[in-house]
């Protein structure tokens, strides 16, 4: 193609060649406005129409009408205006022929490719993961913790450790899945969206026979919603015992007990006749065995095989408008003597539902209870809510007398995960006796070490008001729910702990509740006493030990028998000096649960020695 301004071309030329021999920078400039003009093939009338071409200013444009003037000049030519090259410009398309007018090229639309991970890279081995959870239970939701665990065996990089020379490490590609849509997060879960689960599946089938550790998809594994009924009976308990424990897969839908059911509807209470009453609906268990995401938690006295055969059962549920929300309230929380029943009037008087009972541990609780009463199973659920009342001079008396600490633990120890400790105000003088400093002090420690959410009223009537506008909030919070408890015959002192410390692992999503006959089995006074929390108690009594460092060495030991066994290990051949640090050294604990070695040569004194040291 030829230039259609040759003498255009010269000059810029001549000043592209001068800037190269004296080495200036605006060689690069003219080079650029050089190849432009050469590739141009329409003549210029004036060379302000330059202007449109790629490397060409107003500078240029400028040299260039200089050099045109002197052109025009030198040969006697008329010097060209920028008025005439408009003008021409307007008539160019009129007189130029239809059929030599080029049409404008379609733009060709780009068609973007999915995105498809690389083999065993970060973000292959995180989709996979969250697949084979979607497999097993239909949601898939998962905690970063559980991914970096389970999906380490499908990539080849850590997801925890940067490779040496770098800053990132494989999870850093989980914002890349968030960004392509692959992956959702829901607070501390995350959740593949469907275009997640074609690629996750497509990986899958694609690694098979490269991947050791990728087995083939079975199209089978997909969970599919169960569909089951609330059944009615007019035949006595024991019928439904064994119904529920002997179907056959002739008479209903049978569900692997390998996969959770995600969608259950049933009948409400109203569609069964009256002459029935509803029993608690028992699903299909939620349990899955050989589930990667069930991690091993810390057992004391039982191995984590024992825990996770109690987890396989089949859990109550209480399906949303069968339930109502009740308050439970201790009889010994009374305004005064002569005045027993004002804090039940007023909440009534509020429009809360409240009965008042003998309470092991704390002085208010929740139950959820059925609107009829079941043919098997409980009729109440304890909600997983529970306030310790203290007036300020009860406060100081249980400060005084060890109640306050021992209170606490057994709080602790109940199974609540929410506990409200209410302090109300009242003959605050009182408080002189021990200090205003050390009531501060409990209060904070019971709130920071002890992890209770500390509450302070003025009155009985703002205490009351706040029963009642947590009342509200749990019926919010509960009434629209499937709750979920654990059978009675599960429910064991030693173990119950374990147990919910393992379903959460397995199933953060799930809170696994009590009913009200097995919340009071488990923290009864006289029935709830075992080994452990006596020894915690004994632990507690030594200087320096607090709860979280007793419940570790418990953990740690078991019994005294063992912890004395253990210092005694070697006998008198063993230096005391060795024997002080053993406890610090079998001590896996961190922060508040760390057991220094003060604390540990205190408790070596104390239990070892015949005579301790003061």
């Given at each position: 193609m030829e230039c259609g301004n040759p003498l255009y071309l010269e000059w810029i030329g001549q000043w592209m060649d001068f800037a190269r021999e004296h080495n200036f920078k605006s060689y690069t400039i003219y080079k650029r406005a050089y190849e432009s003009m050469a590739k141009y093939p329409t003549p210029f009338i004036h060379p302000v129409e330059a202007l449109c071409l790629t490397g060409i200013g107003q500078k240029i444009v400028s040299q260039l009408e200089t050099k045109l003037a002197e052109h025009c000049q030198a040969n006697g030519l008329p010097m060209p205006t920028p008025k005439q090259a408009k003008a021409a410009r307007r008539k160019a398309p009129?007189?130029?022929?239809?059929?030599?007018?080029?049409?404008?090229?379609?733009?060709?639309?780009?068609?973007?490719?999915?995105?498809?991970?690389?083999?065993?890279?970060?973000?292959?081995?995180?989709?996979?993961?969250?697949?084979?959870?979607?497999?097993?239970?239909?949601?898939?939701?998962?905690?970063?913790?559980?991914?970096?665990?389970?999906?380490?065996?499908?990539?080849?990089?850590?997801?925890?450790?940067?490779?040496?020379?770098?800053?990132?490490?494989?999870?850093?590609?989980m914002k890349t899945l968030l960004e392509k849509n692959l992956v959702y997060q829901n607070a501390s879960r995350y959740y593949m969206t469907e275009q997640g689960t074609e690629i996750a599946k497509l990986l899958r089938r694609s690694a098979v026979g490269i991947d050791p550790n990728v087995k083939p998809l079975d199209e089978s594994e997909e969970p599919q919603p169960v569909t089951r009924m609330i059944p009615s009976y007019s035949a006595p308990a024991s019928s439904s015992n064994s119904t529920a424990s002997?179907?056959?897969?002739?008479?209903?839908?049978?569900?692997?007990?390998?996969?959770?059911?995600?969608?259950?509807?049933?009948?409400?209470?109203?569609?069964?006749?009256?002459?029935?009453?509803?029993?608690?609906?028992?699903?299909?268990?939620?349990?899955?065995?050989?589930?990667?995401?069930?991690?091993?938690?810390?057992?004391?006295?039982?191995?984590?095989?024992?825990?996770?055969?109690?987890?396989?059962?089949?859990?109550?549920?209480?399906?949303?408008?069968?339930?109502?929300?009740?308050?439970?309230?201790?009889?010994?929380?009374?305004?005064?003597?002569?005045?027993?029943d004002y804090i039940g009037q007023k909440l009534m008087e509020?429009?809360?539902?409240?009965?008042?009972?003998?309470?092991?541990?704390?002085?208010?609780?929740?139950?959820?209870?059925?609107?009829e009463d079941p043919i098997v199973g409980p009729s109440e659920i304890v909600l997983s809510y529970a306030i310790e009342r203290k007036r300020m001079d009860d406060l100081v008396s249980s400060i005084k007398d060890g109640r306050f600490m021992e209170q606490k633990f057994r709080l602790k120890r109940s199974g609540i995960e929410h506990v409200i400790y209410l302090v109300e105000s009242y003959k605050s003088d009182d408080s002189y006796e021990i200090g205003v400093e050390a009531i501060r002090t409990s209060q904070i420690s019971t709130q920071v070490t002890d992890g209770f959410f500390v509450k302070r009223t003025m009155h009985h009537d703002q205490t009351i008001e706040y029963f009642t506008s947590v009342t509200r909030e749990l019926k919010r919070l509960y009434?629209?729910?499937?709750?979920?408890?654990?059978?009675?015959?599960?429910?064991?002192?030693?173990?119950?702990?374990?147990?919910?410390?393992?379903?959460?692992?397995?199933?953060?999503s799930r809170q696994y509740l009590t009913s009200y006959q097995a919340f009071c089995s488990l923290n009864s006074k006289s029935?709830?006493?075992?080994?452990?929390?006596?020894?915690?108690?004994?632990?507690?009594?030594?200087?320096?030990?607090?709860?979280?460092?007793?419940?570790?060495?418990?953990?740690?030991?078991?019994?005294?028998?063992?912890?004395f066994s253990n210092l005694d290990e070697g006998g008198t051949s063993?230096?005391?000096?060795?024997?002080?640090?053993?406890?610090?050294?079998?001590?896996?604990?961190?922060?508040?649960?760390?057991?220094?070695?003060?604390?540990?040569?205190?408790?070596?004194?104390?239990?070892?020695?015949e005579e301790p040291p003061n």
């Open positions: 009129l007189e130029q022929p239809m059929d030599e007018e080029e049409e404008p090229k379609a733009k060709r639309l780009r068609t973007q490719k999915p995105y498809v991970p690389g083999l065993r890279t970060g973000p292959y081995g995180i989709l996979l993961c969250l697949l084979d959870a979607k497999l097993l239970d239909g949601e898939g939701a998962l905690t970063k913790a559980q991914i970096v665990a389970d999906g380490q065996i499908y990539c080849d990089c850590s997801l925890v450790n940067p490779d040496p020379g770098k800053f990132y490490t494989a999870w850093s590609s002997t179907r056959t897969p002739s008479s209903q839908t049978t569900v692997s007990s390998s996969f959770r059911p995600t969608t259950i509807t049933s009948r409400t209470t109203s569609s069964i006749p009256s002459s029935s009453k509803p029993m608690s609906v028992i699903e299909s268990s939620s349990i899955p065995s050989g589930s990667k995401s069930m991690l091993p938690v810390e057992k004391t006295g039982t191995q984590a095989a024992d825990i996770a055969s109690l987890a396989r059962f089949q859990p109550i549920a209480f399906l949303p408008g069968t339930f109502d929300i009740v308050l439970i309230l201790d009889i010994r929380e009374i305004r005064g003597q002569s005045d027993r509020n429009g809360v539902q409240v009965e008042k009972r003998a309470l092991d541990v704390g002085d208010v609780l929740w139950v959820a209870r059925l609107k009434l629209r729910k499937t709750l979920h408890a654990i059978p009675d015959r599960v429910v064991d002192r030693a173990t119950y702990l374990d147990l919910q410390e393992y379903l959460k692992e397995i199933y953060p029935n709830a006493v075992v080994v452990r929390d006596v020894f915690v108690k004994m632990l507690m009594t030594i200087r320096g030990i607090s709860a979280e460092k007793a419940t570790e060495i418990a953990k740690t030991y078991g019994t005294p028998r063992r912890m063993t230096k005391h000096t060795e024997r002080r640090k053993r406890i610090a050294q079998s001590n896996t604990g961190a922060g508040r649960k760390k057991i220094g070695l003060a604390a540990s040569a205190r408790i070596a004194d104390i239990w070892y020695l």
